[in-house]
């Protein structure tokens, strides 16, 4: 899908020296002399690195169609997440690399998207927050009130979490699935 660089827009994948990459920053730049160029931060989807990409104002530019499908996550099998089709019931397994660590913290049966290039897997996007709780944590002291102060807590997922002070066994917390930090408590 061809397009120009007046279609740049931060999130949208494309074709770069033959590697699928998204992009992440861009900015129009004109300078006093010479001709209008727009510089981008890219990262290349297969390694994960930055590139910094420069294009000509106007230049062609080769964008990929991505496919958002909804799937269920079902259970992990070895090094592989099982997914399922929730059209169809298909099943798809991914390797731990292509998911990321943000699955420590989906439960079994949890919807995510799956995005797809061609029927091929890009990659799996999660939740922006999770409500998950409180398996082992060690009980916080009375007193003990300093501003900030963390301790690690284990979720019912298996994954460790830094949670406050007043965080107990049995409750209920909204996790950060990107930085996997502590964002509130939650209310049964």
Same mark, same amino acid.
């Given at each position: 899908?061809?397009?120009?660089?007046?279609? =740049?827009?931060?999130?949208?994948?494309?074709? +770069?020296?033959?590697?699928?990459?998204?992009?992440l920053? +861009?900015? %129009?730049?004109?300078?006093?002399?010479?001709?209008?160029?727009y510089?981008?931060? =890219?990262?290349?989807?297969?390694t $994960?690195? #930055?590139?910094?990409? @420069?294009?000509?104002? $106007? &230049?062609?530019?080769?964008?990929?169609?991505?496919?958002?499908?909804?799937?269920e +996550?079902? +259970?992990?099998? $070895? &090094?592989?997440?099982?997914?399922?089709?929730?059209?169809?019931?298909d099943?798809?397994p991914?390797?731990?690399?292509m998911?990321?660590?943000e699955?420590? #913290?989906?439960?079994e049966?949890?919807?995510?998207? =799956?995005?797809?290039?061609? &029927?091929?897997?890009?990659?799996?996007e999660?939740?922006?927050?999770?409500? =998950? @709780?409180?398996? %082992?944590?060690?009980p916080?002291?009375?007193?003990d009130?300093?501003?900030n102060?963390?301790?690690?807590?284990?979720?019912?997922?298996?994954?460790?979490?830094?949670?406050? #002070?007043?965080?107990?066994? $049995?409750? #209920?917390?909204?996790?950060?699935?990107?930085?996997?930090?502590?964002?509130? @408590?939650?209310?049964?």
């Amino acid at each position: 899908m061809a397009g120009s660089t007046s279609d =740049l827009r931060n999130g949208a994948i494309l074709k +770069y020296n033959n590697v699928l990459c998204t992009v992440l920053d +861009y900015e %129009h730049r004109t300078p006093g002399k010479g001709p209008a160029s727009y510089q981008a931060k =890219l990262r290349n989807l297969q390694t $994960g690195k #930055l590139i910094e990409a @420069r294009f000509r104002s $106007g &230049e062609s530019i080769d964008f990929v169609r991505v496919e958002r499908h909804p799937y269920e +996550y079902l +259970y992990k099998d $070895g &090094e592989d997440y099982i997914f399922m089709d929730m059209n169809n019931f298909d099943q798809i397994p991914l390797n731990s690399e292509m998911v990321g660590d943000e699955m420590k #913290l989906i439960k079994e049966n949890q919807q995510v998207d =799956l995005l797809f290039v061609d &029927e091929n897997v890009l990659s799996c996007e999660v939740p922006a927050a999770v409500t =998950l @709780r409180i398996t %082992h944590t060690e009980p916080g002291f009375k007193g003990d009130t300093a501003t900030n102060v963390m301790k690690p807590a284990t979720v019912e997922t298996g994954a460790t979490v830094q949670v406050p #002070l007043f965080i107990n066994e $049995g409750d #209920l917390i909204k996790i950060n699935t990107k930085t996997a930090s502590y964002s509130e @408590r939650v209310n049964e």
